[in-house]
């Protein structure tokens, strides 16, 4: 089976699984797991940031950022798609009572005149009414827009318009790892405009478990309170962490394989007959497609007994991602498995895998 489904699929190499062995572990609720640490302290170091809090799941870094910077009733920024507002099962209403107000991105991105738009004048005779607005949170790169970059110029000027009104500035760098690679600009320049910025490693870098919140060192420090109250306290985590902190040292610059095997799946199925993609808007390792005449969940399913697992993305989108798992001839069977099922059309059996 070819896993196309998420770069969270991939499986630890033998080299990361040497190091969860070997890691020294400490209980991390008492601070003291080593591995963690250390860990904490690289990732910070990279984002350019005081400190960073180790956590199991990019949801609850993003959750917790969301609690540290707000009070239940206020209200956030975020794009229509955001992963924080579509994606995390209403964790930010059922966990901190806040209310996401969408803002009309394209493909993730949004502009300083969209910020500026939402921002409401207080009512003229009853001020209190209104719910405090108090953060907005950027995606790099955009999971729903197609692992969409934000430009840096971009980044830049929608936070200097959010500084305007006195807004705190989250970013969701799940796969930042993949932005900076992307545009050859670092993380730490991409994370600069952000009060925190969270990180996984289990996407992209192919460790099993992880990710990390990182910011000033007295938000981490709250961070950490809510880490705990959100149940994120993981004991000996430093045998999860070795893996993570082995991703990042080891599998940072291979992100370019990946974007590089996602612009050659897009551009062998943008040739076929029934697929809508431009293969330019391919920016790193999302491919994200739709069919004209087919229904994805059906044809997602056909790939499937053909050996190729995949998304679908509502009626006709689907959403393929490369990662560490995925080679050169991979990518060239899931695209002739692909074509083979769009030729036999949607009435057909289900196509055979290639043996």
């Known amino acids: ?18 190091a969860m062995a070997d890691a020294p572990v400490g209980d991390d609720v008492y601070g003291d797991d080593p591995t963690i640490r250390a860990l904490e302290r690289r990732t910070a170091e990279l984002l350019g940031k005081d400190d960073a809090v180790f956590m199991v799941s990019g949801t609850m870094t993003n959750q917790v950022a969301l609690r540290v910077h707000t009070e239940a009733g206020d209200e956030v920024l975020a794009d229509v798609a955001a992963h924080i507002a579509v994606l995390e099962r209403g964790a930010p209403a059922v966990l901190s009572g806040l209310t996401i107000r969408a803002l009309p991105g394209r493909n993730g991105v949004f502009t300083p005149a969209d910020v500026h738009v939402a921002i409401r ?56 790892w993949n932005a900076a690679v992307a545009t050859g600009v670092s993380e730490a320049e991409l994370a600069a405009p952000f009060d925190t910025v969270s990180v996984c490693f289990s996407k992209g870098l192919g460790a099993p478990v992880g990710s990390a919140l990182a910011g000033p060192r007295d938000l981490v ?15 000996q985590g430093g045998i999860v962490a070795a893996g993570a902190a082995f991703a990042l040292d080891h599998h940072r610059g291979r992100l370019a394989q990946d974007h590089a095997r996602a612009r050659r799946l897009a551009e062998r199925l943008a040739a076929l007959p029934g697929v809508e993609l431009d293969p330019a808007t391919v920016q790193t390792n999302i491919v994200r497609f739709r069919l004209r005449a087919s229904d994805a969940a059906a044809f997602v399913q056909r790939c499937f007994v ?41 009435g057909c059996p289900p196509a055979r895998p290639d043996r």
Do not use: Y
């Open 221 to 235: 420090a709250r961070a950490r309170r809510f880490k705990a109250l959100f149940g994120g306290g993981i004991r």
């Open 1 to 18: 089976m070819i896993d196309l489904r998420s770069d969270t699929v991939s499986r630890p190499t033998p080299q990361m699984r040497h």
């Open 306 to 346: 053909a050996g190729v697992h995949m998304l679908p993305a509502g009626r006709s989108g689907v959403r393929a991602v490369t990662h560490l798992d995925v080679d050169d001839a991979d990518i060239d069977r899931a695209a002739d498995v692909i074509e083979r099922v769009l030729a036999a059309g949607p």
């Open 121 to 176: 004048d207080p009512h003229p005779f009853l001020p209190a009414t209104q719910p405090p607005l108090k953060l907005l949170c950027l995606e790099n790169t955009h999971n729903l827009g197609g692992g969409s970059v934000w430009p840096l110029e971009d980044v830049l000027a929608v936070a200097a318009a959010a500084r305007m009104h006195g807004l705190a500035l989250h970013l969701d760098g799940a796969r930042l």
